[in-house]
């Protein structure tokens, strides 16, 4: 069993950067496919992030290329995004999530934490 929790998420304007950590407790983060996901007012969740078990590789939606970053500190059981030039469309409850499939596929993630709010104003 995984317990995650999101923290990070905010209020800011069109252009900022926010930093979304995701800490894991319950068995070694690193052992799982972490990824991150968000969901805007109807519609459904979506993929954003991921990064694989070793973090050698790293995968990103097309919305979040060039302006999001995934990273996993193992030490610290946390997987991280660094996410730069927001725009008001990342408007969206973000979540972190662990598993062991594909890593795009949200049904193939067995563990998900609460969601943080992050909102961009323009």
């Known amino acids: 069993q995984v317990q995650l929790v999101e923290s990070g998420g905010g209020l800011v304007q069109a252009g900022d950067s926010l930093r979304l950590s995701c800490t894991a407790s319950?068995?070694?983060?690193?052992?799982?496919?972490r990824g991150w996901f968000r969901q805007a007012p109807g519609k459904e969740r979506g993929f954003v992030a991921a990064?694989?078990?070793?973090?050698?590789?790293?995968y990103y939606a097309d919305s979040a290329k060039g302006r999001f970053t995934i990273s996993g500190d193992n030490g610290k059981n946390t997987v991280v995004l660094q996410m730069n030039s927001l725009k008001p469309e990342d408007t969206a409850i973000y979540y972190c999530?662990?598993?062991?499939?594909?890593?795009?596929?949200?049904?193939?993630?067995?563990?998900w934490g609460q969601g943080t709010q992050v909102t961009v104003s323009s």
């Open positions: 990064i694989n078990r070793s973090g050698g590789n790293t």
């Open positions: 999530a662990a598993g062991l499939g594909v890593p795009i596929d949200s049904l193939q993630y067995q563990y």
């Open positions: 319950g068995r070694i983060f690193s052992m799982y496919i």
